[in-house]
């Protein structure tokens, strides 16, 4: 499955460290999404872009930082984050508008694994 | 406050068996309900159920969904090893002006075993 992509697949960071984390979608979808999956909790979602206007933070720490500049890109960038944000970080696309159903779906990508030091 | 839970949490079966795996929810403006299986990295997308009471098939996946009592089953026949997975289940819901939003349950690790 190519229609999302995301790098780096792994990363460990100190918790002095910036680094980013970057998503692409090939799919023509003019939504995108973070979600956050820590060990057995659920997938949470952290931010929403829809046509490149953030729409939706979640009440995140601002350590976590996106940024969408066009439709197909989305990053996460992250700075002096604490070893509880280790987890697997995963980016998804749909396609709005908003209101039909019938585009709810959101394609994942394969996530990264964050691992804070 | 939105919630999903699903059931049984984890499963072990042998292959050949037929699993059922449950899903109930509680979510405002509710629009659909998706499932999703997840291997070891990206969930990839199963089914999505607007209506109730009408069967979405994949070859030996199966889904429904009841609005009324706010659940959905997803069943999968003559189970293989290559079913082994967490399964997830996710409600969607309008979000003011904002895209769709999806609500996910903690998934049923499901364990196919030879």
């Known amino acids: 499955e190519t229609g999302v992509t995301q790098t780096p697949r792994h990363l460990v960071m100190g918790m002095t460290n910036k680094k980013s984390l970057k998503c692409e979608q090939h799919?023509?979808?003019?939504?995108m999404y973070w979600y956050k999956q820590s060990a057995k909790k659920p997938l949470e979602l952290m931010f929403v872009?829809?046509?490149?206007?953030?729409?939706e933070n979640n009440s995140v720490p601002s350590r976590f930082s996106p940024e969408c500049p066009n439709s197909s890109h989305l990053f996460l960038h992250l700075h002096t984050l604490q070893p509880e944000d280790s987890a697997l970080y995963l980016c998804?696309?749909?396609?709005?508008?908003?209101?039909?159903?019938?585009?709810?779906?959101?394609?994942f990508g394969p996530g990264t694994r964050l691992t804070v030091l | 406050e939105d919630k999903v839970v699903q059931s049984p949490l984890s499963l072990v079966v042998h292959e050949g068996d037929t699993v059922t795996l449950n899903c109930s929810y509680e979510?405002?403006?509710?629009?659909?309900l998706l499932w999703y299986k997840q291997e070891k990295k990206a969930p990839t997308f199963l089914f999505m159920l607007?209506?109730?009471?009408i069967e979405k098939k994949s070859g030996r996946l199966s889904s429904i969904l009841d609005k009324k009592e706010l659940f959905s089953i997803l069943n999968i026949t003559a189970t293989q090893t290559g079913d082994s997975a967490v399964y997830l289940c996710?409600?969607?819901?309008?979000?003011?002006?904002?895209?769709?939003?999806?609500?996910f349950g903690t998934g049923t690790l499901l364990a196919v075993q030879p």
């Open positions: 607007t209506s109730s009471g």
């Open positions: 799919l023509g979808h003019n939504a």
């Open positions: 872009y829809n046509f490149k206007e953030q729409t």
């Open positions: 996710a409600p969607a819901m309008n979000y003011g002006g904002a895209t769709n939003k999806l609500i």
């Open positions: 998804a696309s749909s396609q709005e508008p908003s209101g039909i159903a019938s585009t709810d779906t959101q394609y």
């Open positions: 979510v405002t403006n509710f629009r659909s």
